[in-house]
């Protein structure tokens, strides 16, 4: 397997993306596009299922992650490839962070959201390959494995993939 190799630090651009969700959150209260029933609730739908992709893993990997007792849910030690891992790689820091920023676009439709807004999902993006190296280096070869049978971010076609292996 190749390694997968970026040149910006996995904290830096995790920084640079929280940065501009704050800033898209602050011009949502300032600026807004002309109104669109129809955009605001697709938006609303992509906030609350980010809130659900951010949520479910913290319930997994403490019911499937083998996760020493007093630590958070975030120190694993098995691989968890059930559940909402079974629909994508990235839950909370890819999808999760995607659907917030692209609900917001969706709310605002403001110049001042997109800019942030696109900038935050290609960097949030960006971070799944460093996200993807890590759990290579820590689980090996399953990961792999896992690796190339669930989608990194795109839920859509986890769930289709899903109901078509079943």
Known sequence: MKKLALKIPSS???AIA???TVLQMIF???FRGPPSVMFEWFGWI???SAGIFGMIPIF???HKGDVPKGKSYIHTSQLVTSGIYGIVRHPQNGT???LINLG???IVRHWTSYVPGVLSIFLAYMDTY???QRCIEKFGPAYIQYFSQVPRINFLYGIYLLIKNR
Do not use: G, K, N, Y
């Open 46 to 48: 992509c906030l609350w």
């Open 18 to 20: 929280s940065l501009m």
């Open 130 to 132: 460093h996200e993807d």
């Open 12 to 14: 830096l651009l995790v």
């Open 28 to 30: 949502a209260f300032i």
């Open 104 to 106: 917001l676009m969706l």
């Open 96 to 98: 999760a962070w995607m």
């Open 60 to 62: 997994t990997f403490r």
